[in-house]
């Protein structure tokens, strides 16, 4: 199953967390690493599609335990290096025991104590999972909140994700994933077919500040992708063939990276030959023109007409060159 990788800002990650602090529910998480004698293991919390290290325990003869207070039921990781993806980890109240596999990214680990994360090592062994099956089946476990924003949102009609929700027991309705579908319902809404799309500005690798609003009078494709993303470099040959082929004939695309360096967003587009402006505010996945667009999984992107309404979403490879084959081949 595809994952992608709403948006939230620093400040409102912390003032979320410290609201959340009066909930906390004492945990008891111990664990063993084998073939590890000692060092450190880092315990850490999901957030905006990134994890950050809330705790740290040292290994004693490859064993280590965390007694906190934590947000439960809830996803966190625990990982042996910081920068690195960690071991994805459904926690609940009482005691939980986690062997950690760090060979094959964690795949051999085993958990015992947390019926949440049986269901999602389930879940991800499933194939052409349905969504709203799922939820009825479990609708009041954390991991089809879950996997309702995380895997699926990004996917789903704004009524299709109400629908979902809708499914869903009343007690997670106040989780941080539905609060974020909530909201991606209104933004969803405003950036449809047939809208005239949000303006935004943003800055090219040369300091430049350009607005959406520049590009009016011509066709444009409002591309989000990033060097760190796989499927966008693959999709990015289609966007040269295009660019060649029409813009002579009034087609312009304004690239809007979700990197979180210069060096990297800067040799990519050397790399993929991309002609066109680029523009990023190098803030990852709380990039604002991605927010203000409801952009949940990269790449994405929204066909403006010459008078800046959306006339196509989310267009890639052979369907975006039959939409401007059918705009400039009259």
Not at 129 to 136: E, G, L, N, Q, Y
Not at 219 to 244: G, H, I, Q, S
Request: glycine residues 6%; contains cysteine.
């Amino acid at each position: 199953m595809k994952r992608t990788l709403q948006i939230l800002t620093a400040g409102l990650l912390l003032s979320t967390l410290s609201l959340q602090a009066a909930d906390k529910k004492p945990l008891t998480l111990t664990g063993t690493v084998p073939g590890l004698k000692s060092g450190k293991i880092y315990l850490q919390k999901f957030y905006n599609k990134s994890f950050i290290t809330i705790d740290s325990a040292s290994l004693n003869e490859g064993k280590f335990q965390f007694k906190t207070q934590l947000e439960l039921p809830e996803l966190y990781g625990v990982t042996l290096y910081k920068d690195q993806s960690p071991f994805y980890l459904f926690l609940e109240s009482g005691a939980v025991n986690v062997e950690l596999d760090t060979a094959a990214y964690y795949r051999g680990s085993k958990v015992t104590g947390s019926p949440a994360q049986d269901l999602f090592a389930a879940y991800k062994k499933e194939r052409n999972v349905d969504v709203s099956a799922f939820i009825k089946a479990n609708p009041a476990s954390i991991v089809s909140a879950y996997i309702l924003y995380r895997d699926f949102s990004y996917r789903l009609s704004p009524e299709e994700i109400k629908t979902n929700i809708a499914l869903l027991d009343p007690s997670l309705k106040n989780t941080p994933y539905v609060n974020v579908l909530n909201e991606l319902v209104t933004v969803l809404g405003n950036v449809s077919v047939g809208k005239k799309a949000p303006d935004f500005h943003s800055v090219t690798p040369e300091g430049k500040t350009v607005n959406l609003r520049d590009f009016q009078g011509k066709y444009v494709l409002v591309d989000f992708w990033a060097a760190w993303c796989p499927p966008c470099r693959k999709e990015n040959p289609n966007l040269v063939a295009a660019y060649k082929q029409y813009n002579d004939k009034g087609f312009e695309i304004l690239g809007v990276s979700l990197d979180k360096t210069k060096e990297a967003w800067e040799k990519a587009i050397k790399d993929d030959h991309l002609a066109w402006t680029q523009v990023s505010d190098l803030a990852f996945w709380d990039s604002a023109p991605a927010k203000l667009y409801g952009v949940r999984a990269i790449p994405s992107n929204v066909l403006l007409d010459p008078q800046g309404v959306i006339v196509g979403r989310n267009l890639r490879g052979e369907e975006l060159q039959q939409k401007l084959k059918e705009l400039f081949d009259k």
